[in-house]
């Protein structure tokens, strides 16, 4: 679709290109990651030109009066309260996954093996095996023409794929050093109640799994080359939280009657990486920075220059290009909403900003489109695996490391 700068009559005049075909969409989850899912659908077809629609056939929820307002509030032609009954009907051609962890490997091998195409939030997994599972069924689906991608949604912020190009076209050369941090604040709190994200039966881990996941996707991705060697530290600092009045929540919820339950995550976890080229990574993922919100910040530093991105300021990124003369070079910003830019050019004039919603819309563009293309899905649960594989190392490190190499006094 051509950029957003048509006259009155032009954007009134009836669509020029008629949708050749749907994709039946139906989704598993509707808690915050499902309504961010749902925005990504409804949207992509309207934004960019797509070969096919992606219909929002169905959602799936267990509890029927909540997953029926969900259906309503989000635009779903129907709901159900039992996901095997979501793979099973016609209208569902793609399944996507917003549950916790420890349903996505059963309900993604269920829907990979009816012949369906799945997305599955990250991580892919709670453990190592059950993601090496998922990718040997997400490999011989592809052989049947099939499609399986894990929802590692930043790299669909615009200025972190143009990072990845700037990175690749060789604008820093050999990469030193990567510098990652995702924090968050919702933890601090030790009132702040036991949900499903803070026992290890749900989740697989803490911060680890949950924003940890992304800054190694991120990490990876933008280097174009895999971790080989991780050193660890992780701390659970709330060791007990009030448990909910309800079995499952989300972020929030309410306290019960004074009872406190055992918080079996970390809520930290601080690590250091070597890259397959011998660069040097720096990760910290935490629920207990106080103040930081949802702060996920990249540094790359080459020898012909350096990159750095903040979500919080989503359309830039800095650059420092190291082969300019030392007099005038210096970090200066990119405000990444040109149409040459990733996916701007189904957007809005230069300088009219995209936010977080955005990535979800750019996924479900992609995931369209690699499936209309037959193309291989990036990221895939390949990839997914991958960074399991980096989690599952930084635990294993960490549980070593509480022998810390004592400091002389
Ligand atoms: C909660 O910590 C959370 O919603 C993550 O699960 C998401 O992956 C991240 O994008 C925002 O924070």
Redesign the pocket.
């Known amino acids: 679709m051509a950029r957003r700068e048509e006259t009155e009559q032009e954007a009134a005049a009836p669509p020029t290109t008629v949708p050749e075909a749907t994709l039946g969409v139906g989704m598993v989850g509707y808690a ?2 499902g309504a961010a899912h749902s925005q990504g659908w409804r949207t992509a077809g309207h934004v960019f030109d797509l070969p096919m629609q992606p219909a929002l056939a169905a959602i799936c929820g267990r509890d029927r009066t909540a997953v029926d307002a969900a259906a309503e509030r989000h635009g779903w032609a129907a709901a159900e309260t039992d996901w095997r009954a979501l793979i099973a009907r016609d209208d569902v051609q793609l399944v996507d996954i917003c549950t916790p962890g420890d349903s996505h490997a059963e309900i993604a091998i269920a829907a990979l093996e009816a012949g369906k195409h799945v997305l599955c ?2 991580p892919l997994a709670n453990t190592v095996a059950e993601a090496e599972a998922m990718t040997e069924a997400a490999e011989r689906a592809r052989a049947r023409g099939q499609v399986a991608m894990v929802g590692f ?2 790299r669909k912020v615009p200025a972190i794929a143009y990072a990845r190009t700037l990175i690749a076209d060789g604008r820093l050369g050999v990469l030193r050093h990567i510098r990652a941090t995702y924090l ?1 604040d ?1 933890l601090v709190d030790p009132e702040s109640p036991l949900t499903w ?1 803070l026992k290890r039966e749900h989740a697989g881990s803490g ?1 680890l799994g ?2 940890g ?2 800054i190694v996707d991120l990490a990876q991705y933008l280097a174009g080359e895999l971790l080989v060697g991780v050193s660890a530290v992780a701390e659970t600092f709330v060791r007990e939280r009030p448990l909910l009045a309800g079995a499952s929540a989300g ?1 929030s919820g309410t306290a019960d009657s004074g009872a406190r339950g055992a918080v079996t995550v970390d809520d930290a976890a601080l690590f250091t990486g070597r890259l397959a080229s011998g660069a040097l990574a720096s990760f910290e993922a935490t ?1 207990m920075a106080a103040g930081r919100k ?1 702060a ?1 910040r990249l540094e790359i530093n080459g020898e012909r220059g350096s990159l750095a991105f903040d979500l919080e300021r989503l359309n830039e990124l800095s650059f420092h290009d190291h082969t300019e003369p030392a007099t005038t070079a210096g970090f200066r910003r990119i405000l990444v909403t040109e149409p040459e830019h990733p996916y701007l050019e189904a957007w809005w004039p230069p300088g009219h900003a995209l936010g ?1 919603e955005h990535t979800f819309i750019h996924q479900a563009r992609d995931l369209v489109l690699t499936i209309a293309e037959g193309a291989d899905p990036v990221p895939s649960f390949a990839d997914g695996l991958q960074v399991q594989r980096v989690l599952a190392a930084v635990e294993e490190s960490a549980e070593k490391s509480s022998v810390h190499t004592p400091v002389q006094s």
Do not use: V
């Open positions: 915050f990651m939030e990250k949604n930043y968050q919702w994200r911060a949950d924003l996941a992304h972020l629920r949802n996920l977080y």
